[in-house]
């Protein structure tokens, strides 16, 4: 407009902006925020801070961009620490966390808890999942739940990731089906949501060789399997979430659509939100046409089991701390949490209670109740 104002229109409503010549003068310190990765719902949660917390300077760092390797990324974040220019907040999601623990690097957040905790209650075993003789260093905002989904009849069959590979095979050698496992396309997409489901028999205690090897001899079964070499095989990629910088762990529901059309296809991964996800699926199972599918929470004795997701931790070398707790308090808010940033449900109580009476005023019976 002629008198400067900016006006945007987006998905989430209509927003005006405009230059304030005094805002450069009212900063009066800095946040510096750090996440290994590009992450779209930690975008938000730093601009939404920034806008609310208008006198404090927020810079966000990503430490794999431009092409720079994991290995880099560490090297440089471990210099910043050392030479006195770390973040205040630190994203641990995707970092050796025990590493950065043992270390002395992050922040024991259990004495401050007044600070950074909102005034709504938390489910507080996913949000300070991270702790460690009595100290925590971290808290998770959100949490997927691992899910597998498939033809009711094999379902059952599917009690660790190995089932999951020799039910693949099976479905190629009787059937050759166009897809087995629905929308996996590359060898570290297997790797990783593999990981979703034996992270417990890998990663807990001193590493088990046989179970490492069992664990990629499941991957190869099913990068080897999972794609039909006839020509007619056909990519569902349209199928998948069109959210940014989500990875392909994170689309369940479009698996599980193609699973109602296609038969002997499996679809891993997790749910993580109400809307995109859950309210898709059981509208799925509700459908009276297609193939008869269903999904179950993770295998025997993980159907309690989650990822918890968009870790916050405070880097104990930081210049910032009393701005780096009210960050955490900022993305803990009920308010906040009702939004849908597509990382997972939300640990806030009240949040989670709202969206879920929300969507369960709709035609489908809620089995999220066998869950929560």
Not at 106 to 120: A, F, H, I, Q, T
Not at 192 to 206: P, V
Not at 336 to 342: A, H, N
Request: proline share 3%; with cysteine.
């Amino acid at each position: 407009m002629e008198d400067g104002t900016l006006y945007s229109v987006f998905t989430s409503g209509a927003y005006s902006y405009k230059y304030d010549p005094e805002l450069e003068n009212a900063i009066t310190s800095e946040l510096k925020v750090y996440s290994l990765e590009r992450n779209g719902g930690i975008a938000k949660l730093v601009s939404g801070f920034a806008a609310k917390n208008r006198n404090v300077k927020v810079e966000y760092q990503v430490g794999m961009k431009d092409g720079i390797t994991y290995s880099d990324a560490m090297k440089e974040l471990t210099t910043q620490i050392m030479t006195g220019n770390t973040p205040d907040v630190i994203f641990i999601d995707g970092l050796d966390n025990e590493n950065l623990i043992e270390k002395n690097m992050l922040m024991d957040l259990s004495g401050y808890e007044e600070k950074w905790r909102p005034k709504e209650d938390l489910l507080d075993n996913v949000a300070k999942w991270n702790t460690h003789d009595d100290k925590l260093y971290s808290v998770a905002c959100n949490f997927r739940i691992p899910v597998i989904g498939a033809e009711k009849n094999d379902l059952e069959k599917l009690k660790s990731f190995n089932d999951i590979a020799d039910l693949c095979v099976e479905y190629r050698k009787e059937h050759d089906p166009n897809y087995t496992i629905t929308d996996s396309f590359e060898p570290t997409d297997t790797t990783r949501m593999g990981l979703i489901y034996d992270r417990k028999t890998l990663l807990s205690g001193a590493p088990d060789k046989a179970a490492f090897e069992k664990y990629f001899d499941s991957c190869e079964k099913i990068n080897t399997n999972e794609k039909s070499k006839s020509e007619t095989a056909v990519s569902h990629s349209s199928f998948g979430n069109n959210t940014e910088y989500l990875p392909t762990e994170y689309w369940f529901a479009s698996r599980f659509i193609q699973n109602r059309s296609s038969r002997y296809s499996i679809a891993m991964d997790t749910l993580n939100s109400f809307d995109c996800d859950l309210y898709v699926v059981l509208s799925q199972i509700g459908a009276k046409n297609g193939v008869e599918t269903n999904f179950k929470y993770g295998f025997d004795g993980m159907d309690k089991s989650f990822i918890p997701e968009c870790n916050i931790a405070v880097a104990s070398a930081g210049k910032n701390h009393e701005e780096a707790l009210n960050f955490i308090k900022y993305s803990l808010g009920e308010k906040l949490q009702r939004i849908d940033q597509g990382a997972g449900f939300p640990v806030n109580l009240k949040a989670i209670k709202w969206l879920y009476d929300e969507y369960k005023k709709s035609d489908y019976a809620f089995s999220f109740d066998s869950y929560y």
